[in-house]
């Protein structure tokens, strides 16, 4: 018999919760009519960030679509949707991820979770961390569910890492009782051990006074599973002595169980039987529960010892009738075999032979091959004893067959494991793959700051900004130019220029928003609310591009308008996606480039104005060209750019003069 499990601190949540607690949820659920929903979701949270109260109440929707098998991306659709802010739409698409993976796991389906979770590993860049580690931490408990314990390890060593990064203890605490949890489960007491000493010591620092009570509990699991017996004996006894836990009866009764336990381990059998009559006080009127069969075996074992053999019958029985009435048929027939070493012991050989013989019958053909070989080989001893050696032999095969099956089993799951692991490896790569296809893709189409919105989630955007400043260039006289090249030396050309364009933009931290045949347009204060400053990039942006001169051809030269003022900007969706820049403000710059001169830069009088402004205004040249007929605008009065060096007259200290 071994020490009960470590106890798991689901109810202990950190100090954020992705969504509202468990409780909340399933109100939610029973409001809308979800009964069953409900009642698969009982006891269960979630871990992570606090998430936006929309978010929140969208999660009650998806869980009751979820339990009825309703989920698609309709859900999405919800009117709640649009009132989420920019940028939570990966938030959400997270959060119906965890809102699966609860549920899948919930009915046992710990594989296809696993694959949920993954679906949206790639956007974990793009949400907060904390949902990040809730990920991460889900993704641990489906490994650790199907006996994967290295990809177990390495999801809660990564969400561990971002509770670290976090500040968050007691997140900390749980992930590195996570981890000790999963070395006691394979075999490593020493390093289960030393977790939850770590994990129980962070508790004590932050005041989580009864999250540390319960890993006190797993302390003294850890050290009983190590052979340190008194050592976990004198744990349990603090534990007891300072009430701890004493409201939570079913943690009580698995320290006391661990500590009577210990006492027979040690041979300390008064302290051991104390222990089983106060339980047996405590219980004995309560429904059955594998709990009261523990107790009662283990009061028999110290009946037994004692040589009080009757009443270690009786207190058997008594167990295996509570056994097959909770339908555990297989600790039933375990309890047979203890029943069948006391009869012997007493003398009643055959009856004792019998049980077994019924037992081993009885469970054969079950999945339960541990208690099978247990009994199977207490019967194969027993005849053998008795001389029956035809008897003996025959269970002896069928005992063989089950190690067989047993070793088939295994490697099976092996390989089915190794399958799983391949093919979890092979969807993150591909997953990985088109996420970067796909980061190419619009970076190829969009302005990178737009695409990696679109990438963070973003469906959605339009937003109305103060001041933005506008360039449009053209190239004088290309269709004229082209009409005698082949196709593919007009894209060279245009290659070429657009590439050195596009160089110089970057160079001066505006934006390129299109092209358009043979004319380029870049912006300039999209992200940032500053005027003045964004006016001066794109005038030195504007005064690099008329310099330009092509690449190959040296034919023609380019013609550049520049306005700054309010417009409203967007991606618009559709067969093609892009980004665009609407308002008058887009319309005066198209004008004041269509009416400017080959090689110069036309500029409108609040670009003027905005360089005027700046501390780099003796950097530019400005002349007042005069009344100017803009289509739409009727008569304005606009500017030519030059630097300051090529003989204009421009400065802080001097109005603006006409040319010529």
């Known amino acids: 018999m071994s020490a009960e499990s470590p106890e798991k601190r689901s109810s202990e949540k950190g100090s954020n919760d992705v969504v509202p607690d468990v409780r909340s949820l399933t109100e939610a659920v029973l ?6 929903a409900a009642e698969r979701l009982a006891g269960v949270d979630l871990r992570g960030g606090a998430v936006h109260p929309d978010l929140a109440e969208l999660a009650h929707l998806i869980i009751e679509l979820e339990a ?10 919800d009117g709640r949707v649009s009132r989420i802010d920019r940028g939570e739409s990966t938030t959400i698409t997270v959060l119906c991820a965890l809102v699966k993976w609860r549920i899948l796991t919930t009915v046992g389906k ?6 949920v979770l993954h679906q949206c590993t790639g956007l974990l860049q793009h949400v907060d961390r904390h949902m990040s580690m809730a990920v991460n931490w889900s993704l641990g408990m489906c490994y650790q569910n199907i006996g994967m314990m290295v990809e177990a390890l390495a999801s809660y060593k990564v969400a561990y890492e971002i509770a670290v990064e976090l500040e968050l203890p007691i997140d900390r605490a749980n992930l590195q009782s996570e981890m000790a949890g999963l070395y006691l489960e394979h075999g490593d007491p020493i390093k289960a051990l030393a977790g ?4 129980y010591e962070i508790l004590v620092r932050t005041g989580d006074t009864r999250g540390a009570d319960v890993l006190l509990v797993n302390v003294a699991t850890a050290t009983q599973r190590l052979g340190r017996q008194q050592e976990a004996i004198d744990i349990y006894q603090e534990i007891i002595g300072r009430g701890l836990l004493a409201d939570d009866e079913g943690r009580s009764i698995s320290i006391l169980l661990n500590k009577a336990l210990a006492h027979r381990t040690l041979e300390q059998f008064d302290a051991a039987e104390d222990v089983y009559n106060d339980l047996l006080r405590k219980i004995s009127n309560k429904l059955p ?3 009261l069969c523990r107790v009662l075996t283990g009061s028999a074992a110290v009946k037994v010892h004692r040589g009080h053999h009757d009443e270690a019958l009786d207190l058997l029985n008594s167990a295996r009738t509570h056994y097959i009435s909770i339908g555990a048929i297989a600790e039933a027939h375990d309890v047979d075999g203890m029943i069948s070493e006391v009869l012997w012991d007493c003398g009643e050989r055959m009856k004792s032979v019998d049980i077994l013989q019924h037992a081993f019958e009885q469970m054969k053909d079950s999945s339960f091959t541990r208690v099978t070989l247990s009994i199977g080989r207490s019967l194969h001893e027993r005849l053998n004893q008795l001389a029956k050696y035809q008897e003996a ?13 047993v070793y088939n089993n295994e490697k099976e799951r092996a390989q089915e494991l190794s399958r799983v692991r391949s093919a979890l490896t092979s969807e993150r790569e591909a997953l990985k793959m088109r996420e970067e296809e796909r980061r190419r893709i619009l970076h190829s189409v969009l302005p990178p700051f737009i695409a990696d919105r679109l990438l963070a989630g973003e469906t959605r955007i339009a937003e109305r900004l103060p001041a933005v400043g506008i360039l449009f260039a053209d190239i004088v006289g290309f269709t004229e130019f082209a009409a005698s ?5 007009v894209l060279h050309e245009l290659e070429a220029l657009f590439q050195s364009i596009d160089q110089i933009v970057e160079r001066h931290e505006c934006q390129r928003v299109k092209t358009i045949g043979d004319s380029y347009m870049a912006s300039s204060g999209i992200l940032s609310s500053d005027t003045v400053d964004h006016a001066v990039r794109l005038a030195r942006c504007a005064l690099e591009i008329v310099d330009l001169k092509n690449a190959s051809a040296g034919q023609f030269s380019l013609r550049v308008g520049l306005h700054v ?23 005066v710059a198209a004008r004041l480039e269509t009416t400017s001169s080959p090689g110069r830069i036309h500029i409108s009088e609040s670009m003027a104005e905005a360089l005027l402004q700046s501390s780099a205004s003796t950097e530019f040249s400005v002349t007042l060209r005069g009344d100017t007929v803009l289509k739409g605008k009727g008569v304005v009065q606009t500017y030519w750019l030059e630097s300051a060096g090529s003989g204009g007259q421009y400065s802080s200290r001097q109005p603006l003069v006409p040319e010529g």
Do not use: F, H, T
């Not at 409001?31 to 069953?36: D, E, F, P, T, V």
């Not at 710990?110 to 694959?115: E, G, L």
């Not at 939850?196 to 994990?199: E, L, M, Q, R």
């Not at 003022?565 to 319309?587: E, R, S, T």
């Open 196 to 199: 939850y000493v770590g994990a």
């Open 393 to 405: 032999y025959r269970v002896l095969l069928d005992c063989n067959e089950l190690k067989d099956a």
């Open 289 to 291: 529960s594998r709990r």
């Open 565 to 587: 003022g309010p417009v409203v900007a967007g991606v618009m969706q559709g067969m093609l996606i892009a980004y665009d820049l609407w308002g008058d403000a887009v319309n």
């Open 485 to 489: 090249l082949q196709p593919d030396a």
């Open 110 to 115: 710990s594989d296809q979770a696993i694959s």
């Open 31 to 36: 409001a809308r009519g979800g009964q069953s």
């Open 68 to 77: 009825r098998n309703y989920l698609d991306d309709s859900c999405l659709s």
